[in-house]
């Protein structure tokens, strides 16, 4: 582990809640951490763990999965889906001896600009002290 | 074949020039040959979204025969369509073209213009990575039918039939009983106050009855629905003659099929007979309205009445919200027949929510009716038992007990929503879309929900959602136009399939079925919005999202984690 790192988090953000909040940080000028690349999806239930595990194997520090907040999922239930699938994933982390901390699921609205840079804020600081991903090393498959 | 990507990068004014190295961008993103057979023409420009950046992007997408196009600019929230515009007017398909927002997403949260311009720089480059995986989509359009089925022919029927058929539209309306009218056309006055509506409630039936553009079936029942918004294929059947089936073309359905109430003599605390001198508030309003008086079976007018709110709420689980106003209507209404009758009301909560509730309840309270506010309540024929709030106990004989039953989905409400393929709420009344910000629609596009069939509600709040309905319809279809159905859908692949039926379940719209004979799940793309949660839930890989596929954001995701 170099001096200065850098993590790579990538942030799968619904288009309709999260993906909003995250312009209004940027509209409100709010400061937040280069570290994060957002990926635009309909849906936070578009996102299949295997696609989660597959970023984690390619080297992401870190997963970010924003959402809007329970009962206002644009498409009605697909956040609880979403919940559901990443409860799941939690777990296969566990028995895989995967650190669960990488992954992040926040719900966070269309008004909820300052609480986006707030995740990012949170969420970059606890990676950069959890160090790079081990897993790229590790893992072969 | 070889590939030509157009990288464009808007200055945006100062907003995204001040803060990111648009020319490092630049530099860096035309050095990518990650790929083959590529070629990649990057600039910048000072305001891509006015006039002359359009005509630009136009010009140079035609001269340099690009293959795909990048714009990084503002929020695909501000300029998204106008791009997609562009793209439109050229030869280049829409679906070839990515915004990615280095405005929001980089200048703007940094003060570090190094940093921003490294992130915009890896920002960009998954997009283009992206692109390239991106395939050419056609929008497809489709001829709609204007024509509407309304499901119902109460109040709420009736509203959302007149204003549509007002509007041109042919509605047919089908209603199981043999008359229009429904509950609210044997009520002498309504709500709120005492308002006489007889006269107007009768208009507007004769006018559904003599309008041209209403189609009036009466005795008849919904059979079997198929189609999606625009395109619907109803068959209604004659309840008397099962043989006589009609077919429907139509674009849109109001669903107004209206509640029925608790059968109190199902709840262990209200023991009587059809023998007894217990009635409903209903019952009441009937009787009121056929002989304009009201009487025990004995035929003489009652001396004391006793009034109890609220039966069944416990049961149900919710308020009515309109029974209590309906109860000191008719309190008011005995006062009136004969103003020496006792009058008792028995209530545990008030509910009166329309601004002209409260005068009318002091009004009422001041002619001599009392209330009564009781904390448990039973009776047994007309012998009512009752404890207070403060633990007193009474008992009492009247002449006529007058019972507001909660409100409950009409008979054959599941029967119904599972022939529409809506769903239903926890307590049996049909679901909205959005209960804040989408309360007349439904889960499927073109089924649209009033009235008593979504909840309780008076007369006034019926009327809105009626009214609210037909102008949704009234402009989503508009006769002669045609719709363009979202391509970005789901699709399965036939071959990766295990017919585990899992998208099934998770898809909110029903928008997958089961084809039994190859044994795979099938999506109907006219129904499917392209959230992309069957994506989510597919076991084995077989269903991608258009537009959204797991190679288009895996290109995005490899970029990021580099």
Redesign the interface.
Known sequence: MGKTFNP???AFLCKWCSY?G??L???S??????AI???????S???????LI??FL????GVLIGGCHPGDC?????NY??RR?FAILQSIFDSLNLEKDRLRLSWISASEGPKF?RVCNEFTDKIQKMGPNPTRKNMFI | MKKKVGIYICQCGPNIADNVDIDKIIESVSAFNDADDLEIVAKPYGLLCSGEGKDYLKQEIEENGLTHLVIGACSPRDHNNTFIGVCKETSLNPYLYKLINIREHCAWIIHDKDKATEKAIQYIRGGLRRVLYQSELFENKLDTNPDVLVIGGGIAGIEAALSLADADRQVFLIEKTDRLGGKAATFKTVLPKQQDAVEAIQLKIQTVQDHPHIQVMLNTRLDRIIGFLGNFEAEVRSIDDAEKMTELKIGAMVVASGFSLYDASTHPDFIFSGDDEVYTALQIEQMIAEKNQVTTRSGKAPKSVAMIHCVGREEVGYCSQICCNAMIKLAARFKTQSPDTTVKVFFRDLCLPHQDDQAFYNEIKAQGVEFVRVNRIATEGSQIKFTTMDENEGSELFDMVVLAPAMIPADGTPDLATKLGISLHETGFFQEAHQAINPVATATDGIFIVGTAHGPRGIQATLLQAQAAASKIRVQLIPGEQIVPEVRVSETLEAFCMGCKTCLEVCHYGAIVFDEDKGISVVKEAVCRGCGNCVGSCPSGAIQLKHFTNPQLYQEMIEAVQ
């Not at chain 1, 690349?37 to 849906?43: A, E, N, T």
């Not at chain 1, 239930?45 to 696609?51: E, Q, W």
């Open positions: 790579k988090i990538t909003t995250a312009d940080a940027g509209t000028r709010l400061q937040y951490p280069t690349i957002p990926i635009k999806v309909m849906c239930s578009r996102v299949d763990p295997v696609f597959r970023a390619k080297g992401a520090d644009h498409y009605e239930s697909g889906h979403t699938r840079a």
